[in-house]
């Protein structure tokens, strides 16, 4: 039952650097989603995708890129790392939208220093 | 547009007492609602959900809430707190058709010996 896998679990990056976080789920979903959690602030969605191919900006997207070439598979890219961008980010899926709940991995730790 | 405000970031009560967890939704229409519970270095879980089949919903661990269409909230109960309730609880809305979910920004539950 591995659900929805996130790797790296921690990471430290310095300003100006890339990475990609990995995130990967096995029921098959259609829809999977990014979010970033900062202290006090609840979850950010960050993008999301309804199906292979298909993907769409939320509410915070900016410095951040993302594909979905699977179904199984949602990574997302940070170009350029900002102090900003420091946080824990979490990825979902879910069967469809609105009225199914999402399923979380737990989490990637990345600082940015 | 919707929103959900979770009123008090913390909460603290005795083992044993009620635990009350309050949500209100912004929506012109009606919403499916959801609370998740987040211990910590984990991802969210689904506590329980409201999708209009019935006002008071039942949830894991002895969780429920109610739908109160009247004052537009979902608030969170459970009659008798364990130490092991201690975790970080968010209310969440979506609207049908939409996409993905909005989150409040949590509540931290502490329950004292």
């Known amino acids: 039952n591995a659900g929805v896998t996130q790797t790296p679990k921690f990471r430290i990056l310095k300003i100006g650097q890339s990475m990609t976080l990995q995130c990967t789920q096995d029921?098959?979903?259609?829809?999977m989603y990014w979010y970033r959690q900062d202290p006090g602030m609840g979850l950010k969605l960050i993008y999301y995708s309804v199906g292979a191919g298909i993907t769409d900006k939320g509410e915070v997207p900016n410095g951040y890129n993302v594909s979905r070439s699977t179904t199984e598979d949602f990574p997302l890219r940070l170009e350029l790392a900002a102090p900003s961008q420091t946080s824990v980010y979490f990825c979902a899926s879910s069967p469809t939208g609105s009225d199914q709940p999402q399923h979380f991995g737990d989490g990637t730790r990345l600082s940015i220093l | 547009a919707q929103s959900v405000t979770q009123l008090g970031s913390h909460v603290s009560v005795s083992e044993g007492a009620l635990v009350l967890l309050r949500c209100n939704y912004s929506?012109?229409?009606?919403?499916?609602l959801f609370w998740y519970v987040q211990y910590p270095n984990q991802g969210l879980q689904l506590l329980l959900k409201y999708t209009s089949a019935a006002t008071l919903v039942k949830g894991i661990n002895g969780f429920e809430a109610e739908f109160k269409k009247s004052e537009t909230s979902f608030h969170l109960t459970k009659p008798s707190a364990h130490m092991s309730d201690a975790a970080e609880y968010f209310c969440a809305v979506s609207l049908a058709g939409r996409r993905a979910l909005t989150f409040g920004s949590g509540t931290r539950l502490q329950v004292q010996p």
């Open positions: 929506s012109s229409v009606p919403p499916y």
């Open positions: 029921m098959n979903h259609n829809y």
